[in-house]
């Protein structure tokens, strides 16, 4: 009889709350502890896990030895100063959400650490596993469109929500926006380019979000737009247009590539709660659209994603195809598909991008990619 993995999780606000619905859809995987301070969490988790056990630290949590795994869903300033304790306090699997870590001065420290532990650590980059996106990938390593030149990766979407003490509104806890939000389109730069970063620069607004807001006296400093370019050593390039005030958008993130032969572009609509169904009808399908230059006309696929997979999250099913990897990474051994290195990397370009943004000025990665 196979063996129920039994996971324990840290932090289960809405992203959280998105993890246990999509572990609970895969047979073999059970929530049945979770550390989470805050009473209308818990009392969330327990309608969707109604025998979890509550901790209220990790230590306790760990003590109670009754897990094979961890996940980590607290706000992003936690992260690295967790995943540190769990290395050296535990030899488990760990999925950590983005952004790995936050600043710079992290990034030496847990990758030596993540060198040393035993078990598969997976960073969690939900924008990879989308359908739309897993077939746009597709296409082009299978060279529909010859070598990829350029790629461009377009975001519009809504605000910040809110979160738990209002964490999300200010870079020094959340790494900037480019490393809170966009960390997941960099690390899709670096999949389809299959290439390292060389030099970024970054054009940013904070034009109408959160202005009138304010939190023990002090004003929100998350930008709310930008244009991000990006060189890579392969000399192929990648841009980023992130607007956040756009939700009327039909999709909300449109991501093009092209080559000598074609072009294809790939249309992913935004979570499917926020759709005004009433009134526009059934939220809109994802599509993949690829255009050769000979013949000229665009050849379109819808690329539908299972309802029960929508209904478990906000990322088009992408949470559930994540899981069911970490799980067979766990259970079968096989690979992990984001590496800590990955959610490194992805971070130091986001962190990048801000200095950039700030300076005026374009920042050349070093070698090693974790410096600039």
Known sequence: MKKTVRYGVLGCGMMGQEHLRNIALIEGAQVVAITEPDEHMRERCSALVPDVQFFDTIEEMLAADAIDALVIATPNYQHADQLLQLFEQTTLPILVEKPVVSHLDQVVKIRQAAANHPAPVWV????????????????????????????????????????????????????????????????????????????????????????????????????????????????????????MFAEGSRY????????????????????????????????????????????????????????????????????????????????????????????????VIGLAAQHSAQTGQAVTLLEDGFSF
């Open 124 to 243: 969690a980059m939900e924008y990879r596993y989308m359908p739309p996106v897993a077939q746009f990938r597709k296409q082009i390593q299978s060279g529909d469109i010859g070598p990829m030149k350029m790629l461009n990766i377009r975001e519009h979407r809504f605000p910040f929500l809110e979160k738990i003490q209002d964490w999300n509104r200010f870079n020094e806890k959340t790494g900037g926006t480019l490393v809170e939000k966009c960390c997941h389109f960099f690390d899709l730069m670096r999949l389809l380019t299959q290439s390292e970063v060389t030099r970024v620069y970054a054009s940013t607004g904070q034009d109408c979000n959160h202005l009138d807001e304010s939190y023990d006296g002090q004003a929100p400093d998350i930008i709310d737009n930008a244009f991000v370019v990006v060189d890579f050593n392969s000399g192929q390039r990648a841009s980023l247009d992130l607007n």
């Open 252 to 347: 909300q993130e449109e991501i093009c590539a092209i080559g000598p032969e074609a072009k294809i572009e790939c249309f992913v609509p935004g979570p499917g709660r926020f759709w005004p169904e009433k009134t526009l009808g059934p939220a809109p399908i994802p599509k993949v659209v690829l255009s050769p230059r000979h013949p000229k006309g665009p050849i379109e696929a819808d690329i539908p994603v299972d309802e029960a997979l929508l209904e478990a999250g906000d990322h088009n099913g992408s949470t559930f195809y994540q899981h069911l990897g970490f799980f067979n990474a766990i259970t079968q051994g096989t690979p992990v598909d984001v590496s800590i290195e990955d959610g490194l990397k992805a971070v």
